[in-house]
């Protein structure tokens, strides 16, 4: 009798696990889908050259004064985004992500850096983390976050904008177009870019990405 007790308990203690795993990947499935919902996104962009990169930062609230700016030559993409809504975990953040969208799948741009509206005028720097590379895996337009691997070895396909994940915050970021595989320099970005909203949790885990822009 214990025996079969034994048996039962063991057979219920896997059902419950393995009902748990699903209810789980549903839960996270549905995170993927939905996760930025509630989270309300308004973008404006601008193309700036070497002389005019200050000024657009400036107009669209970033600081007078900063530590970076545009080499004479390159074509830089400013961009504004407000958000009025966050997930509320601590430790949290948000990752904005540029691409151009004139090749399929959208090509990522190289972040340069922002600043958050009425923040410091050092402002906040760009990374990449290995943990962006799954975004390849639950958005095709995403699809070049996948590690790059070539005969060169495995590197990373870009960089990205860290921002804070406040309620009602206002971020200015800037990416450099990188026009070196020949393309010619943007020309609309009202049709020819993508930005995405990417949220880190405190683990360092994405949790969601969402289109916020083209």
Do not use: C
Not at 21 to 37: I, N, P, S, T, Y
Request: no cysteine; charged share 20%.
């Amino acid at each position: 009798m214990d025996r079969r007790r034994k048996v039962i308990a063991t057979v219920l203690a896997i059902a419950v696990a393995g009902a748990v795993g699903v209810l789980l990947k549903v839960q996270r499935d549905r995170e993927w889908a939905h996760g930025g919902d509630d989270v309300d996104v308004v973008v404006d962009l601008r193309l700036a050259g070497n002389e005019t990169f200050d000024a657009t930062v400036v107009m669209l609230g970033g600081p007078s004064r900063h530590q970076t700016g545009a080499p004479l030559g390159t074509q830089a993409l400013v961009v504004r985004a407000s958000w009025s809504e966050a997930p509320s975990d601590n430790g949290h953040h948000y990752a904005l992500i540029a691409l151009d969208k004139r090749v399929s799948p959208p090509r990522l741009l190289g972040a340069n850096g922002a600043w958050v509206v009425g923040g410091a005028p050092e402002g906040t720097g760009s990374h990449w983390s290995s943990a962006y590379t799954e975004l390849a895996e639950h958005y095709d337009w995403l699809a070049r976050t996948a590690m790059v691997t070539d005969e060169r070895g495995v590197s990373f396909p870009g960089s990205a904008i860290i921002a804070p994940a406040l309620s009602s915050a206002a971020l200015v970021a800037t990416w450099f177009t990188d026009t070196a595989d020949g393309r010619p320099p943007l020309a609309d970005p009202q049709a020819e870019v993508l930005i995405a909203l990417v949220y880190v949790d405190d683990d360092g885990e994405v949790r969601w990405a969402k289109r916020i822009f083209g």
